[in-house]
């Protein structure tokens, strides 16, 4: 009788931490960062961007230093484009001195595994253009660098402590159950 409340208490603490897990990693959002992110000119690309719980692009903030082009900060007021699941994110500033984008193009899609290295070379995907039609402007191709993710937010590790509480509460349950059971079977005995 012992050994069945162990293995109950076992069984459901096994599932709260598969429940506390899926959920988490459900409901939380996802900050990614550039990870060495250079352009053929020497220059690099820094900064974050953070997908909400539903896939989509909510916050970003990149800098790309001067070489080829003069570099640009782009934030949340300018324009992105990006679907879930896709492997390519533009980002598009409409200010009056500066017309151009920012495209990263990831190997896997961009809510897949991480680190997710970004596609790379001379005329490739990733790039950043001067204009909006950049065979007429000025690009710099992005050479080498990946994105990597950070670690689960607050609300995500709050998840993670109820479940982790909930398994100890029914851990605790199943060990009162079991002393029951042995009092029961002694009783019996008697």
């Not at 896709?86 to 991480?114: E, K, R």
């Not at 995500?156 to 402590?161: E, K, T, V």
């Not at 029914?170 to 002694?186: C, E, N, V, Y």
Request: glycine share 10%.
């Amino acid at each position: 009788m012992i050994q069945q409340g162990f293995g109950k208490a076992l069984r459901t603490a096994f599932a709260g931490v598969v429940v506390t897990l899926v959920v988490a990693s459900a409901a939380s959002a996802t900050t990614y960062y550039l990870n060495d992110v250079t352009f053929d000119d020497g220059t690099m690309v820094t900064g974050s961007l953070s997908t909400n719980t539903y896939g989509f692009i909510d916050a970003y903030n990149l800098t790309t230093v001067g070489g080829t082009l003069p570099g640009h900060h782009y934030v949340d007021d300018i324009n992105s484009i990006y679907n879930p699941g896709a492997s390519a994110i533009t980002f598009v500033n409409a200010s009056p001195s500066y017309d151009g984008y920012l495209t990263l193009t990831t190997v896997n899609p961009t809510d897949g595994a991480l680190p997710n290295a970004l596609v790379t070379g001379a005329n490739g995907p990733s790039l950043e253009c001067s204009t909006y039609s950049c065979p007429n402007g000025l690009a710099r191709y992005i050479v080498s660098g990946s994105l990597a993710a950070t670690a689960p937010e607050p609300a995500s590790w709050a998840l993670m402590l109820v479940g982790v509480a909930a398994v100890g509460y029914g851990m605790r349950i199943g060990r009162r159950r079991s002393a029951i059971d042995t009092r029961l079977a002694r009783a019996r005995v008697t």
